[in-house]
């Protein structure tokens, strides 16, 4: 089994400001079967990234994902207000994990 | 534009079998280009994906919830439906129903609204 594990828990930062968001598996996920979803409260999570670095359709180009084998990076350029979130990774390579969630918060 | 509803009972007894649906509007449920699935998330905590089927009826389950999950499509009616046994309070949890773009219930892009579903006698 494939375990996820998520850094920061908690990034504080403030409109404008870069946000770089880790995940890191336990064991090499195959074919970079690696997805990014953002999740607001009340609502269903969103697909933002695929294949660990093709951006969902509508998703806008400040979202970008990188990595490969155990490392991967969600990076979002400069945030906008509509950006705080939840953010979770999921590898869908063998079975399927999610991490346990990087909350990005206004500073 | 693709929509997915769940519907089914919010409460359930310990012991007995949790059964939702999804029903699939907008779209086809037959589409060989995708997968159907249900994830998971108890309240304040995250998520875990619960299973997935194809419109074939090909079915991929979490290892470890396989013993107790079935999951079966109606392409007639365009829904799928979950069924998990034997619930106790640790099933209680916010179930999304979703398409999936890979088997395992990977890179879903579209969700339902999610139903939440409490495990109490």
């Known amino acids: 089994e494939i375990v996820l594990t998520q850094s920061p828990g908690t990034l504080s930062l403030s409109p404008g400001e870069r946000a770089t968001l880790s995940c890191r598996a336990s064991?090499?996920?195959?074919?970079?079967?690696l997805a990014w979803y953002q999740q607001k409260p009340g609502q269903a999570p969103r697909l933002l990234i695929y294949?660990?670095?093709s951006r969902a359709t509508g998703i806008p180009d400040r979202f970008s994902g990188s990595g490969s084998g155990t490392d991967f990076t969600l990076t979002i350029s400069r945030l906008e207000p509509e950006d705080f979130a939840v953010y979770y990774c999921?590898?869908?390579?063998?079975?399927?994990?999610f991490g346990q969630g990087t909350k990005v918060e206004i500073k | 534009q693709l929509q997915l509803q769940e519907s089914g009972p919010g409460l359930v007894k310990p012991s007995e079998t949790l059964s939702l649906t999804c029903t699939v509007s907008?779209?086809?449920?037959?589409?060989?280009?995708?997968?159907w699935g249900w994830i998971r998330q108890p309240p304040g905590k995250g998520l875990e994906w619960i299973g997935s089927i194809y419109y074939s009826g090909s079915t991929y389950y979490n290892p470890s919830l396989k013993s107790r999950v079935t999951i079966s499509v109606d392409t007639s009616k365009n829904q799928f439906s979950l069924k998990l046994s034997s619930v106790t309070a640790a099933d209680t949890a916010v179930y999304y129903c979703a398409r999936h773009l890979a088997r395992n219930g990977g890179a879903s892009d579209y969700w339902g609204q999610g139903t939440l579903v409490t495990v109490s006698s």
């Open positions: 294949g660990a670095s």
């Open positions: 999921q590898q869908y390579g063998s079975s399927s994990a």
């Open positions: 907008g779209g086809s449920i037959s589409s060989s280009s995708y997968y």
């Open positions: 064991q090499s996920v195959s074919s970079s079967y």
